[in-house]
DNA sequence: ACACATCTGAACCGATCGGTACGGAAGAGG
DNA sequence: CCTCTTCCGTACCGATCGGTTCAGATGTGT
C-alpha cells in the first residue's frame, strides 16, 4: 500500500517535471485512452450504488466499465478513489435534487422539494434503488443477497404488524377516519429506519430524542 | 453446499431415528458442549450488529464467541444460519422495544413508544450504534470502513448544508424564531435516508410519495 | 471398565479478494 | 521511418474468504 502510494507519486512528479521541463505541451504524449473515462465512471458508480462498497468487486466494476483491472488501476488509482469519484459524480448527479432543493425560496419550499427529490431518486425505474449514500455500505454482494433480502423481509413484517395494530385504532375511533394506516405504518418504519442510519453515523441520542419528537408532530390528531 | 445441507439433513434424520428407536432418552448422549450457545449467540449478535453480515467474517464471528469454526458448524450451522438465529435473538431482545409499543393502549402512544425505543435501542452506549435490522448489511468489513466513515461525513455534511439554509430561513422570518434549524436540518436528513431504505428494501414510489408528504406535517408553520 | 457419541483444535480446501509485473500493441512527435 | 510514451491484456501475487475433514480428547450411559 505504502509502496503503491510512493510509486503512484512518484510517477505524478516525474511527469509534472517533464511537463514543466519542455514548458507547454500540445496534447498529452503517448497512446490516448482508449475508453471513455466519464462513462467508465457513470457505470462503476451503478454499481457501487447497487451492490455497495464491499460488495462490488474489481471483477464487477472493471466488467461493467467495459475495461481492465489494469485500466481501472491507471485511470481511477484504486478501488477507493474509484469510489469516492462515483460519489462525487452521484452528488452532482442524481443526488443534484439536494442542492437544487437548497435553492428554493422558502423553508417549506426546500423541505418538500429535498423529501420529494428523494422518493423520486430513490425510486427511478432506470436507477438502482435506494440511495448511494446510504446503501453504499448498506448494499451486498452475492453472498450477502440473501441476509440483505431476510432483512427488508423483517422491516416488511414488522411495517405489517403497525399496520395492523393502526387499523384497530382507526376502527376504535383512536384514529380519524380517514386516516391511512398503511401509510402511517410505514411512516413510522422510514422514521425508525433513518434514525438508525443516523445513530450508525454517530449522531448523538439527544438530537435524535428532537428527530422523533418532531417526526412525531406529523402524528393525526385522535378522530 | 449442496453436499453440506445433505450432510446436516442425513445426521439429523439418523438422530432423530435413534431417538425413536430407543423411545426415550435422559440427556444428550456423548460429550456435552463446552460453551454456552446462548452467550456465544448473544456475541454473534453483536459482530452482526456492528459489522454486518458480509463485514462479520467467520473469524471475527468465533474469536468474539470464544468458540472454533467447527464448533460454531456444529451448534448454528453455517454462517447465514447463525445469522438468522442473531436476528430472532434481536427482535426479542433489544428491538423488543417494537413489539411492546403494538400494546400501547392509543396510536399516538404506539407512535411515540415505538419512535422514542428506536433513538434509545440505537445509541445504547453499551451496544453498537444502530440497528441490527438495517445495517446487518449496512455496516462493513475491515476493508469497508474507509468507506463507511466517507458516506457518514457526507450525510453531516449535506445536512449541514441544510441547517445553514434553514438558519437563513429563521433569520428572515420564514421560519417561527423558536424553530431550530439543526434539528429540522436533521429532521429531514433522517427521513431521506429513511426512504432511501425502504426504497432499497423494494417499497414502490407512490407509497413513499404519501411517507414524505406525511413528513411534511410536522413542518412548522411560516413564524 | 467399556463402547460410543460428541466436542475440539488445527490443518487444509478451492474460490475469490484487491492489487501488480510484464511484455506486446498502438498512437503521437520528431 | 524511428523513438518514445502510454495503454491494454494476461497471468500472477499473497491474503483472506466460507466451509470441511480428521485425529484425538472428553464426558455419558451401560
Known amino acids: 500500500m505504502d509502496r503503491t502510494a510512493e510509486t503512484r507519486a512518484a510517477a505524478e512528479t516525474r511527469r509534472a517535471e517533464t511537463r514543466a521541463a519542455e514548458t507547454r505541451r500540445k496534447g498529452p504524449v503517448g497512446r490516448p485512452r482508449g475508453f471513455d473515462a466519464d462513462e467508465a465512471l457513470e457505470r462503476a458508480m451503478r454499481v457501487f450504488w447497487e451492490q455497495g462498497y464491499e460488495g462490488a468487486s474489481l471483477t464487477d466494476l472493471t466488467s461493467a466499465m467495459n475495461i481492465t483491472r489494469t485500466s481501472m488501476y491507471a485511470a481511477f488509482g484504486n478501488k477507493e478513489e474509484l469510489f469516492r469519484k462515483a460519489l462525487e459524480r452521484y452528488t452532482e448527479g442524481p443526488a443534484s435534487y439536494g442542492v437544487r432543493a437548497l435553492r428554493e425560496p422558502t423553508a417549506r419550499q426546500v423541505a418538500t422539494a429535498f423529501l420529494h427529490g428523494a422518493v ?13 449514500g446510504v446503501q453504499g455500505s448498506l448494499a451486498a454482494g452475492a453472498t450477502g443477497g440473501h441476509a440483505r433480502d431476510t432483512l427488508a423481509a423483517w422491516r416488511d413484517e414488522h411495517t405489517a404488524h403497525f399496520r395492523d395494530r393502526l387499523q384497530q385504532a382507526v376502527d376504535e375511533g383512536d384514529l380519524p377516519a380517514d386516516a391511512d394506516p398503511g401509510a402511517l405504518a410505514r411512516y413510522l418504519m422510514t422514521v425508525a429506519n433513518g434514525i438508525a442510519v443516523q445513530a450508525a453515523g454517530g449522531v448523538p441520542r439527544e438530537e435524535l430524542q428532537r428527530v422523533a419528537d418532531l417526526a412525531l408532530r406529523a402524528w393525526p390528531p385522535v378522530g
Not at 423520486?120 to 448511494?132: E, F, M
Open 120 to 132: 423520486r431518486a430513490t425510486t427511478r425505474p432506470d436507477c438502482p434503488a435506494g440511495c448511494l
